[in-house]
């Protein structure tokens, strides 16, 4: 059996995840009417028979899908399904064009963004991944707006209120809390048993026959969280890089670039600290319990400004991730067809800051474990 969904003229599989959830409710538990999330978004799914309607909760939008089997007609059938009538294809590139010219006309980019949400249709953004969004990233697109004194009263000011507040504190807590882990350590500041650097041994896997399961777990710890760091932050990086074409692109009066720039310093600030603190963080390790909760506890920190994260202060829905990806992948070809301007150059600075982070935290994948089999630093017990 399998599920369909009628998406731009034609009827397509539809997601694993979505696929999970409709034969968990409808298969299996025999549920006509319930809801399912799909992409960050809510879904009432009313079914009868094979045939069903999926309706979005926010924007009220109804699509078609559908329960069919495997066979030979219905492969035959699904096949002459997915061709699109040549209108509806001429149809559909001209909306696109037209979204993409009152995008690149618009002249804020509070306008730019309600085009985004009305316009862009959910077809058109399959097979795309959405871009990474933070909270710096709500401010380069206008998702800050201010507050008079009277809405600060009301119920959606307070919130908003909450939210600018919250973001302030969260560039706080990533400004000082990774160096301060750091050196609190290193100099035995506020920590309950302070590093005993006068009595430092070297040596291969030094002092290991008592806490060998600790040390072990220490170093695994140290290499899956440098490695995490990397790989986010190259992920952070590529997206930087397109959204700072976009922004220079659509040259909107509003758009607050700086906020973009310091986006890309707290990821870069971030991630070298979140290596250096894991390893001097895991020096001190008394049982393996405390190893697990360090680590991931600093990683709870790396991610802290990150959109959907464990903070409910800005959820999916504040951030257009795969509208941006989809902008990103036709601004540039259709704006060439009615317009003279090029698409623009990325920020190199910015891109060999990015790569430069990347090289030292690759390189402390090695080096830190190394230096915690091969180091041992005493503590001092109070």
Aim: glycine share 6%.
């Amino acid at each position: 059996m399998s599920w369909q969904i009628w998406l731009g003229g034609s009827w397509q599989e539809m997601d694993a995840e979505d696929v999970n959830q409709l034969r968990d409710r409808y298969e299996e538990n025999g549920e006509t009417m319930f809801q399912m999330l799909s992409r960050g978004q809510l879904y009432d799914i009313e079914m009868e028979g094979t045939q069903g309607v999926q309706r979005n909760r926010n924007t009220s939008r109804e699509r078609a899908i559908r329960l069919v089997s495997f066979t030979a007609e219905s492969t035959a059938k699904k096949r002459r399904g997915n061709i699109l009538l040549p209108e509806e294809i001429e149809q559909a590139q001209k909306e696109q064009h037209e979204l993409i010219k009152q995008l690149v006309e618009a002249n804020t980019i509070e306008e730019c963004t309600a085009l985004m949400d009305e316009f862009i249709d959910d077809d058109w953004l399959g097979g795309l991944d959405a871009f990474p969004g933070n909270i710096y990233r709500i401010i380069a697109f206008g998702g800050l707006k201010n507050i008079t004194f009277e809405e600060g009263f009301s119920l959606d000011g307070m919130q908003k209120l909450s939210e600018k507040l919250g973001l302030f504190f969260i560039f706080a807590i990533q400004l000082f809390v990774p160096p301060a882990v750091f050196f609190c350590n290193w100099y035995g500041v506020g920590v309950e048993n302070p590093l005993d650097w006068n009595s430092i041994e070297f040596g291969f896997f030094v002092n290991w026959e008592q806490d060998w399961v600790i040390r072990l777990t220490s170093v695994l710890f140290i290499f899956v969280i440098a490695l995490n760091t990397v790989s986010s932050l190259l992920d952070e990086a590529r997206s930087w890089i397109q959204i700072d074409k976009m922004l220079k692109f659509l040259n909107v009066s509003d758009g607050n670039a700086w906020a973009l720039y310091l986006d890309a310093f707290m990821n870069i600030y971030v991630a070298i600290w979140s290596v250096l603190d894991v390893w001097i963080v895991l020096l001190d390790e008394d049982g393996i319990s405390d190893c697990v909760f360090d680590a991931f506890s600093l990683t709870f920190i790396f991610n802290l400004d990150d959109i959907g994260g464990d903070l409910g202060f800005f959820g999916i829905d504040d951030w257009p991730g795969l509208q941006l990806a989809w902008v990103d992948k036709n601004m540039y070809a259709t704006a060439q067809k009615f317009s003279s301007v090029e698409e623009p150059e990325h920020n190199v600075l910015v891109e060999q800051m990015f790569r430069g982070t990347a090289m030292f935290v690759m390189a402390m994948v090695f080096v830190l474990p190394v230096l915690h089999m091969t180091m041992h630093v005493p503590v001092i017990q109070n």
